[in-house]
């Protein structure tokens, strides 16, 4: 079967457009009419039935009265006593003037049988009987070939009434002699006589309003079927046009080729067809490409964020637009929002020379690889990185920025900086080994004649004092050799278990005296519940030693020092730091404090053994020594131990 085209489609539609819409219409304006109809007959009707029973108050409350004053007992004229033909004879001249309406004084057992009532007027006054409380009605009925508008108001028997419509032998004689004995009698107070009726036709006028409302049906159908003709014109001589240029387009965007367009022409009479199908064609076309974008996307975001190395974006600013969760941590960051707030990327390299320099790489070739530079996080902590990074460019190949990826290499650099100073430090306490055997023996022998010769010798002679001073300084080469020594052999230790804070509080007794006097000022900043260690008692007592002595030398002219003891409950390790407010290490040194035989005191001022001997004797107990320091505002040594 051939599929309807949207042109055919389309005329269809307004065709069904226009014939509800005219149809709507023309039932809107016959309702319309029709109501307003009806009113205007209610209106009539109750004029009609006001003036009946104006009537037949007016002869019951008044003429009557009057009338059986003046007459003789017993006397009745109909004409001018009886409401049912007073009010008959008025309406009836009435009707002559206003010939529409038809009046009746409908009854059941009516005295003149003009007032019979019909089948119709029987139910009525059945049904003012059932229901006493009502005492009219009206409605739209059909009589015959007509239509007729009804108003019927109910009368009920009174007192008055039953003088003439009570036991006939009652009734007045000129009555009788009129209807004689037929109708109209045995009625009691309350009971339904009659129904004043009033008929209005109605057929005529509806019959017009049937043809106004055709009317309408007519014009409007007329007048929408031009303007929708002249709309029709307008947009074949001005749409059309367009939609065949975008047929096209879509033609390309479906993939079809320039020989294919002009194998299949488009056809004026089915042009919007064509470009629905070829629209639907554009649409399938551009759902596959969305789903595969979004597969796409999907994997995209899977490695972004399951990515265990750092992936970040950054614009020609050097602000960053994106930022995976391992960047997130790596950094310190709270969330995303924080990372991207941050005024530049720039700001996390811990020297602004490193910047420049990957910067002005990218820049020049494009990329930078495997770079290693030191970077630091949201807290200002030192890390090292390799930086893998390439100019990021759009479709028309502008630079809109950078983006590439950070791989921590901080533990890595950390460890290989501790294996070379572990292998440093072995190949060095070898050869210590070595010098101060052979050296210790020649000591020894030098001592040992010094000794002789002071017995030997006056004890005011400058030989004596030469003597002496060899023994002092023999004595100095003694002390060098015992810390070689004492570095270079993993002596026994003897470990029990330690309350680190008695340890350090002893040592700290010890100097802080003389601190005070030199205006060092002392902070203690111990934790509770720090756990025993075991631990060597003399071994910790050198190391504290150590370290508050260089902390002292450090602050010549004064400062403070802060000792503080934590425990970290995650892995149980319990952190010892030394802070100082002297004058710090500066960056080429701190990586060889540690070398034995290193240091930045003046000569004869330290042999560089101390914190070597530090480091071999936190080592032993499984620990790990870290330092902290800038020039000019103070160092921080911390020492980390297990508890378990």
């Not at 390309?252 to 056809?267: A, F, L, M, R, Y």
């Not at 032993?620 to 103070?634: A, R, T």
Request: hydrophobic content about 40%; overall charge positive; aromatic content about 10%.
């Amino acid at each position: 079967m051939k599929k309807t085209t949207v042109k055919t489609q389309f005329r269809i539609g307004t065709a069904c457009i226009l014939l509800l819409f005219c149809g709507g219409a023309a039932m809107a304006e016959y309702f319309y009419l029709k109501d307003r109809v009806i009113k205007c007959v209610y209106k009539e009707t109750e004029i009609y039935i006001g003036i009946a029973e104006a009537t037949r108050t007016y002869i019951k409350d008044k003429a009557r009265p009057v009338l059986t004053k003046l007459l003789p007992a017993g006397s009745f004229i109909p004409e001018a006593m009886s409401t049912s033909f007073v009010g008959r004879e008025i309406m009836s001249i009435f009707h002559k003037r206003f010939p529409e309406f038809l009046y009746k004084r409908a009854a059941g057992n009516p005295r003149n049988s003009i007032n019979q009532a019909d089948e119709f007027e029987m139910n009525m006054l059945r049904w003012f009987t059932e229901h006493p409380k009502s005492n009219q009605w009206s409605g739209m009925i059909k009589k015959g070939a007509r239509s007729y508008y009804v108003k019927m108001m109910a009368i009920k028997a009174e007192t008055g009434c039953l003088t003439c419509h009570g036991a006939f032998q009652d009734a007045p004689k000129a009555l009788k002699d009129i209807y004689g004995s037929k109708g109209g009698y045995g009625y009691k107070v309350g009971d339904i006589v009659a129904a004043d009726s009033i008929y209005i036709p109605v057929d005529v006028a509806f019959s017009r309003i049937r043809r106004i409302a055709w009317s309408v049906f007519i014009i409007a159908g007329i007048s929408l079927l031009s303007l929708f003709g002249l709309f029709y014109l307008l947009f074949n001589r001005t749409i059309i046009a367009d939609l065949k240029g975008m047929l096209s387009a879509f033609r390309g965007i479906s993939g079809k080729d320039i020989q294919t367009q002009k194998d299949n022409p488009v056809e004026s009479a089915d042009e919007v067809e064509q470009l629905k199908e070829e629209f639907e064609n554009a649409a399938i076309n551009l759902r596959q490409t969305h789903d595969r974008l979004k597969a796409s996307e999907s994997k995209y975001r899977r490695l972004f964020e399951a990515s265990q190395d750092t992936i970040f974006i950054c614009d020609m600013e050097a602000r960053i637009v994106e930022i995976n969760e391992a960047g997130i941590k790596l950094f310190g960051f709270k969330d995303l929002p924080e990372a991207l707030s941050i005024e530049s990327f720039k700001t996390l390299f811990w020297d602004a020379g490193d910047w420049i320099s990957i910067f002005e790489t990218i820049q020049e070739k494009g990329f930078v690889k495997d770079h290693e530079v030191n970077m630091k996080d949201n807290s200002g902590n030192l890390m090292y990185v390799l930086i893998t990074a390439n100019m990021w460019v759009d479709e028309q190949d502008r630079s809109c920025g950078f983006e590439g990826t950070l791989r921590d290499i901080t533990e890595k650099t950390r460890f290989e900086k501790q294996l070379v100073q572990t292998e440093k430090l072995a190949s060095i306490g070898q050869l210590a080994a070595g010098v101060a055997h052979e050296i210790n023996n020649p000591i020894e022998v030098i001592k040992c004649y010094s000794n002789l010769i002071e017995k030997g010798v006056k004890q005011d002679s400058q030989t004596l004092k030469d003597i002496r001073i060899i023994k002092k300084h023999t004595e100095q080469c003694r002390s060098v050799i015992d810390s070689l020594l004492n570095f270079a052999r993993n002596s026994d230790s003897r470990k029990e278990k330690t309350d680190i804070h008695a340890c350090i509080e002893e040592i700290m007794y010890m100097m802080e005296p003389q601190m005070l006097k030199e205006k060092i000022v002392v902070n203690r900043r111990f934790e509770k519940d720090i756990p025993l260690l075991i631990a060597d008692v003399q071994k910790m007592k050198q190391v504290f030693m150590n370290l508050l002595m260089n902390a002292r030398q450090a602050m010549q002219e004064g400062g403070e020092l802060t000792v503080r003891t934590a425990l970290q409950k995650k892995n149980k390790v319990v952190v010892i730091e030394v802070e100082d407010t002297g004058c710090g290490i500066s960056e080429r040194n701190i990586d060889r404090i540690f070398d034995p035989f290193f240091t930045t005191k003046a000569a004869g001022k330290g042999t560089g053994l101390g914190l070597a001997v530090i480091y071999g004797i936190v080592k032993q107990h499984g620990g790990e020594i870290e330092v902290k320091s800038s020039p000019g505002k103070g160092s921080t040594f911390t020492i980390l131990i297990s508890a378990n």
